[in-house]
């Protein structure tokens, strides 16, 4: 007899007749008859094979499969393509009718959710889509293509429609029977009517709807009409049902209260982790065989259960199924698609480069190549970046593989683009120093003929098809954890439960961005659109309310199947201390003293062992701490290791006392720290470094440091000029070096980024050359980055060495010379040494590199935008004194200490991945006399 059988417990459906018909199938299905079982999912499925078994009843032969198989197997039975346009094929398509301006793209995701929407509802909008594309806003370029869609073979709810239309008994005959489908599965009720006519004989087993779920009393109805079922409500078996009484009292019944529900109230959203385990093990200990932990769908919490139950030796059926990593070949596919697409920048070359090269001290090489490469021309082009980076043997095979497509072409090219590119790709990878590769399109060759064929005659973005390949490549990818489906303890969401039964069911996440969740509104479909569509069309499109109700009722179904135990849990926090509020559910079960919530308490916690190192770790942590210590080597103290002194620039003094930890890993290891990962442009760092650059051709010979006269060096007349003819002679200068560093640039740098730039640099070099026309007219020598290192003489020798901006000299010879320092600073902030504060050290240790080459005086002039400034070293010797002797001292011993004074500047920036905790600067500070005398 063809009925649709509905039950309020799991037991009900069980004794009215479902066990039996369980067992018929299975003999059906073992003498060779065709036997479709369907189920909601596929925990639902082992339950029922589960509890069978249980009960001493055979199950044998019997495939249980799920809607998107039932709707393959009607399509290949009637002659119709199977659909398959997902997600990422239907944003391809709205995408490209739309256009690829970002609004534009926005708008495609909101489109495509309320084609999802259309979908779900089973309206396919006959002889009405204008109507309904104009109450969702939806563009004009887009209606052409929509309705193409809409009619398309492989559409789903066209699909579905057209089976519905066309189904009929055809051979070879099948039996069918449906178990567990909830609201969001009964939605397709075309294709449920479908597989009904086209079977010898169907039964349904549903879910009883609760009151509020008019939806999908329509939609039974609906089925129940168009297949000429008979309808009937599963007796109740008598079975105990402790917690049914929340059920009857939600929907307004009073009734005894049998038990009440465990209320458990964490602190935090980690609280809440442990007290699910205590649970468990509770449930466990006190006789339940079967135990669930409803999730929430789609949310990582679920996860983080699954680790926590195995981590605490807990063998649990992983229901959540996190997405698995894809392997090298998939992620190679993955990063060519972004590099050819939205992603054509070095973050994604480095990605590939990852992928590909197997030596990982090259790799190494190749990571400060590439952040030079960038650093000279803050392009993120790979057209200026990929030139001269890699091996001449890599380079072509690498420029070939990402040769950019072109912007508009056939979907076909753009597929055998990709196909060319993985080719490539291939034979990049035989190259040696690479990995070896195999990679194809096998499994995207199918969807493309049918993309190609819907998009026949229209032209699309490379762009888009790459992003495109990109999302088909990045689908999820299941990744099974814990102990398989025959653990007693199961993680899954309530949907998928729906329809079982277990001796106790947990419920977390009961507060804040748990359950019911709050959605944010599509533009396109408001609940206004909703609601005159609702009543203008008469299907069933659902609100914010609608969604939040429908998660509801599944855990509302479900409470009533816990057979012994049942327990919420909640945060009165969330993971950043903002206080969050229980859900309906708690506020419902605490109101009229029902249940009274209990705090979480870690019980039976056993005194941690002690670890191996913890007192070793304490003594360290004393002697970091006590002032009356000096540093030691846990102190990044390197006295003793025998290591090379380094001159130290004086640009980097100042950093040495503030970041002395950053500066050790500098100087000892090598290790600079990496402030940006992502390769993005650093606007006043290439102002800076375009201006030295300039400013040092302009002023003579950049980087020779040779001693010249004025008038040799400008390429003047006289070694003598006045201020008038140097002022002209430079700008000209400056015109000539400009033109050169725009000949220079590649097309890629020619960008408004670049020549805003290239204007300021030519604005501050003109000021620059303003400012200083008057010093070099009356200085008849001078150098241009001239370099010095010394070794400054007395008690405290201290190493130093590097390049001088300009010098001007009275003689050509720096010993026993007149000099001026010019330093240029790019900054309007006029310069102010503090050396008791540890900065301005730099302006000192030009005065004494100079001295200590013999020169007679020193004077020191800061260019800036705005002025020229003369700076007095002197002012502040003593305490310039008193740090250089505590330089020479770090520098000697190589004793750097953790930590700088807050006071600093640059001391915010001493923050290490290193195991430590702050330490008071007034330590540190007694340390480094204590050390350093």
């Given at each position: 007899?063809?009925?649709?059988?509905?039950?309020?417990?799991?037991?009900?459906?069980?004794?009215?007749?479902?066990a039996a018909?369980?067992?018929?199938l299975?003999?059906?299905?073992?003498a060779?008859?065709?036997?479709?079982?369907v189920?909601?999912?596929?925990?639902q499925?082992?339950?029922?094979?589960?509890?069978?078994?249980?009960?001493?009843?055979?199950?044998?032969?019997?495939?249980?499969?799920d809607?998107?198989?039932?709707?393959?197997?009607?399509?290949?039975?009637?002659?119709?393509?199977?659909?398959?346009?997902?997600?990422?094929t239907?944003?391809?398509?709205?995408?490209?009718?739309?256009?690829?301006d970002?609004?534009?793209?926005?708008?495609?995701?909101?489109?495509?959710?309320?084609?999802?929407?259309?979908?779900?509802?089973?309206?396919?909008c006959?002889?009405?889509?204008?109507?309904?594309?104009?109450?969702?806003?939806?563009?004009?370029?887009?209606?052409?293509?929509?309705?193409?869609?809409?009619?398309?073979?492989?559409?789903?709810?066209?699909?579905?429609?057209?089976?519905?239309?066309?189904?009929?008994?055809?051979?070879?005959?099948?039996e069918l029977?449906?178990?567990?489908?909830?609201s969001?599965?009964?939605?397709?009720?075309?294709?449920?009517i479908?597989?009904?006519?086209?079977?010898?004989?169907?039964?349904?087993?549903?879910?009883?709807?609760?009151?509020?779920?008019?939806?999908?009393?329509?939609?039974?109805?609906?089925?129940?009409?168009?297949?000429?079922?008979?309808?009937?409500?599963?007796?109740?078996?008598?079975?105990?049902?402790?917690?049914?009484?929340v059920?009857?009292?939600?929907?307004g019944?009073?009734?005894?209260?049998?038990?009440?529900?465990?209320?458990?109230?964490a602190?935090?959203?980690?609280?809440?982790?442990?007290?699910?385990?205590?649970?468990?093990a509770?449930?466990?200990?006190?006789?339940?065989r079967?135990?669930?932990?409803?999730?929430?769908?789609?949310?990582?919490?679920?996860?983080?259960?699954?680790?926590?139950?195995?981590?605490?030796?807990?063998a649990?059926?992983?229901?959540?199924?996190?997405?698995?990593h894809?392997?090298r070949?998939?992620?190679?596919?993955?990063?060519?698609?972004?590099?050819?697409?939205?992603?054509?920048?070095?973050?994604?070359?480095w990605?590939?480069?990852?992928?590909?090269v197997?030596?990982e001290?090259?790799?190494?090489?190749?990571?400060?190549?590439?952040a030079?490469?960038?650093?000279?021309r803050?392009?993120?082009?790979?057209e200026?970046?990929?030139?001269?980076?890699?091996?001449?043997?890599?380079?072509?095979?690498?420029?070939?593989?990402?040769?950019?497509?072109?912007?508009?072409?056939?979907?076909?090219?753009?597929?055998?683009?990709?196909?060319?590119?993985?080719?490539?790709?291939n034979?990049?990878?035989?190259?040696?120093?690479?990995?070896?590769?195999?990679?194809?399109?096998?499994?995207?060759?199918?969807?493309?003929?049918e993309?190609?064929?819907?998009?026949?005659?229209?032209?699309?973005?490379?762009?888009?098809?790459?992003d495109?390949?990109?999302?088909?490549?990045?689908?999820?990818?299941?990744?099974?954890?814990?102990?398989?489906r025959?653990?007693?303890?199961?993680?899954?969401?309530?949907?998928?439960?729906?329809?079982?039964?277990?001796?106790?069911?947990?419920?977390?996440?009961?507060?804040?961005e748990?359950?019911?969740?709050?959605?944010?509104?599509?533009?396109?479909?408001?609940d206004?659109?909703?609601?005159?569509?609702?009543?203008?069309?008469?299907?069933?499109?659902?609100?914010?309310?609608?969604?939040?109700?429908?998660?509801?009722?599944y855990?509302?179904?479900?409470?009533?199947?816990?057979?012994?135990?049942?327990?919420?849990?909640?945060?009165?926090?969330?993971?950043?201390?903002?206080?969050?509020?229980?859900n309906?559910?708690?506020?419902?079960?605490?109101?009229?003293?029902?249940?009274?919530?209990?705090?979480?308490?870690?019980?039976?916690?056993?005194?941690?062992?002690?670890?191996?190192?913890?007192?070793?770790?304490?003594?360290?942590?004393?002697?970091?701490?006590?002032?009356?210590?000096?540093?030691?080597?846990?102190?990044?103290?390197?006295?003793?290791?025998?290591?090379?002194?380094?001159?130290?620039s004086?640009s980097?003094?100042?950093?040495?006392?503030?970041?002395?930890?950053?500066?050790?890993?500098?100087?000892?290891?090598?290790?600079?720290?990496?402030?940006?990962?992502?390769?993005?442009?650093?606007?006043?760092?290439?102002?800076?470094?375009?201006?030295?650059?300039?400013l040092?051709?302009?002023?003579?010979?950049?980087?020779?440091?040779?001693t010249?006269?004025?008038?040799?060096?400008?390429?003047?007349?006289?070694?003598?000029?006045?201020?008038?003819?140097?002022?002209?002679?430079?700008?000209?200068?400056l015109?000539?070096?400009?033109?050169?560093?725009?000949?220079?640039?590649?097309?890629?740098?020619?960008?408004?980024?670049?020549?805003?730039?290239?204007?300021?640099?030519?604005?501050?070099?003109?000021?620059?050359?303003?400012?200083?026309?008057?010093?070099?007219?009356?200085?008849?020598?001078?150098?241009?980055?001239?370099?010095?290192?010394?070794?400054?003489?007395g008690p405290?020798?201290?190493?130093?060495?590097?390049?001088?901006?300009?010098?001007l000299?009275?003689?050509?010879?720096?010993?026993?010379?007149?000099?001026?320092?010019?330093d240029?600073?790019?900054?309007?902030?006029k310069?102010?040494?503090?050396?008791?504060?540890?900065?301005?050290?730099?302006?000192?240790?030009?005065?004494?590199m100079?001295?200590?080459?013999?020169?007679?005086?020193?004077?020191?002039?800061?260019?800036?935008?705005g002025?020229?400034?003369?700076?007095?070293?002197?002012?502040?010797?003593?305490?310039?004194?008193?740090?250089?002797?505590?330089?020479?001292a770090?520098?000697?011993?190589?004793?750097?200490?953790?930590?700088?004074?807050?006071?600093?500047?640059?001391?915010?920036?001493?923050?290490?991945?290193?195991?430590?905790?702050?330490?008071n600067?007034?330590v540190?500070r007694?340390?480094?006399?204590?050390?350093?005398?």
């Amino acid at each position: 007899m063809n009925a649709l059988y509905l039950f309020h417990h799991v037991e009900d459906a069980w004794q009215a007749g479902l066990a039996a018909e369980v067992e018929r199938l299975s003999r059906q299905a073992m003498a060779g008859r065709a036997v479709w079982f369907v189920t909601g999912s596929f925990l639902q499925a082992h339950w029922l094979r589960s509890h069978q078994l249980r009960a001493g009843r055979s199950l044998f032969g019997l495939e249980f499969i799920d809607l998107r198989t039932v709707r393959q197997r009607l399509c290949r039975r009637n002659g119709l393509p199977s659909p398959s346009f997902g997600r990422e094929t239907l944003r391809l398509i709205l995408q490209n009718a739309l256009g690829e301006d970002p609004v534009h793209a926005s708008m495609a995701d909101h489109l495509l959710i309320a084609l999802d929407e259309f979908a779900l509802s089973g309206f396919t909008c006959s002889g009405r889509l204008e109507d309904v594309l104009r109450i969702l806003r939806v563009p004009a370029p887009a209606w052409e293509t929509v309705a193409q869609l809409f009619h398309s073979p492989y559409w789903r709810p066209r699909v579905d429609e057209r089976l519905r239309q066309s189904a009929a008994r055809a051979h070879p005959p099948f039996e069918l029977c449906v178990y567990g489908l909830g609201s969001l599965e009964l939605r397709q009720t075309d294709l449920l009517i479908a597989a009904a006519r086209s079977a010898e004989a169907f039964s349904f087993w549903l879910p009883q709807p609760l009151p509020t779920a008019d939806a999908d009393f329509q939609n039974l109805e609906r089925l129940e009409q168009e297949t000429g079922a008979e309808r009937d409500i599963c007796a109740a078996s008598g079975v105990d049902q402790p917690f049914g009484w929340v059920l009857e009292s939600r929907q307004g019944f009073s009734g005894p209260v049998s038990r009440r529900p465990q209320l458990v109230c964490a602190g935090r959203p980690a609280d809440e982790v442990d007290a699910v385990v205590q649970l468990v093990a509770e449930a466990l200990l006190g006789g339940c065989r079967d135990v669930l932990v409803a999730v929430p769908e789609h949310d990582p919490f679920g996860m983080i259960i699954v680790d926590a139950l195995s981590s605490a030796g807990i063998a649990v059926a992983d229901e959540v199924r996190r997405n698995a990593h894809g392997n090298r070949g998939i992620e190679l596919q993955k990063t060519l698609a972004r590099l050819h697409g939205r992603d054509r920048t070095p973050r994604a070359l480095w990605r590939m480069f990852e992928l590909l090269v197997l030596d990982e001290s090259v790799l190494g090489r190749l990571r400060q190549r590439l952040a030079k490469h960038f650093d000279e021309r803050q392009a993120a082009s790979l057209e200026a970046i990929l030139p001269g980076l890699v091996p001449p043997e890599w380079e072509s095979g690498l420029l070939r593989l990402l040769a950019p497509w072109p912007e508009r072409a056939a979907f076909e090219d753009l597929a055998a683009s990709w196909r060319q590119a993985l080719e490539d790709a291939n034979a990049l990878a035989d190259l040696p120093g690479l990995r070896p590769f195999r990679l194809d399109t096998g499994d995207l060759e199918p969807l493309w003929h049918e993309v190609a064929d819907f998009l026949r005659g229209r032209l699309i973005s490379g762009r888009l098809f790459a992003d495109f390949l990109y999302d088909l490549l990045n689908q999820p990818r299941r990744l099974q954890l814990g102990a398989g489906r025959t653990a007693w303890v199961c993680v899954a969401s309530a949907r998928r439960a729906l329809g079982t039964a277990y001796d106790a069911i947990i419920v977390p996440r009961c507060s804040g961005e748990g359950w019911p969740r709050v959605t944010t509104e599509n533009p396109l479909l408001t609940d206004l659109a909703r609601a005159e569509m609702r009543s203008r069309y008469r299907f069933n499109w659902q609100g914010k309310l609608d969604k939040q109700r429908l998660e509801l009722d599944y855990y509302l179904h479900l409470l009533v199947q816990a057979r012994k135990e049942l327990c919420f849990t909640y945060t009165t926090a969330d993971a950043l201390g903002e206080t969050v509020v229980p859900n309906e559910i708690i506020t419902f079960l605490q109101s009229g003293s029902h249940s009274r919530p209990r705090a979480f308490v870690r019980a039976g916690q056993v005194p941690p062992a002690p670890i191996e190192g913890l007192t070793h770790f304490a003594s360290v942590r004393a002697r970091r701490t006590d002032a009356r210590l000096p540093f030691d080597e846990y102190s990044l103290s390197f006295e003793g290791a025998g290591l090379r002194v380094k001159p130290w620039s004086p640009s980097v003094l100042d950093k040495v006392l503030s970041q002395p930890a950053t500066f050790a890993f500098k100087q000892v290891f090598g290790c600079a720290r990496e402030y940006d990962r992502e390769f993005r442009r650093e606007f006043r760092l290439t102002l800076g470094r375009v201006i030295h650059c300039w400013l040092g051709q302009i002023f003579g010979e950049s980087g020779s440091g040779s001693t010249l006269a004025t008038g040799l060096a400008l390429g003047l007349s006289s070694g003598c000029c006045d201020a008038d003819a140097v002022r002209d002679r430079l700008r000209q200068r400056l015109r000539e070096v400009q033109d050169t560093h725009l000949r220079r640039l590649s097309e890629a740098q020619r960008c408004v980024w670049w020549e805003s730039i290239l204007r300021q640099a030519a604005w501050v070099c003109d000021r620059f050359v303003e400012q200083l026309a008057g010093p070099l007219a009356r200085s008849p020598w001078l150098a241009a980055e001239f370099p010095m290192e010394v070794t400054l003489p007395g008690p405290d020798p201290l190493a130093l060495c590097g390049r001088i901006d300009l010098v001007l000299l009275d003689r050509a010879d720096v010993k026993a010379a007149n000099l001026v320092v010019v330093d240029f600073k790019t900054s309007k902030r006029k310069p102010a040494p503090k050396p008791a504060g540890g900065s301005g050290l730099q302006f000192h240790a030009y005065r004494w590199m100079c001295e200590a080459l013999g020169a007679q005086t020193t004077r020191i002039l800061v260019t800036r935008i705005g002025g020229t400034d003369e700076v007095n070293p002197g002012a502040d010797e003593q305490a310039a004194a008193a740090l250089r002797s505590t330089l020479a001292a770090i520098q000697r011993r190589a004793c750097f200490g953790y930590g700088g004074d807050p006071g600093s500047r640059d001391a915010q920036d001493e923050v290490l991945p290193i195991a430590t905790v702050p330490i008071n600067s007034a330590v540190l500070r007694a340390k480094r006399r204590l050390t350093l005398g």
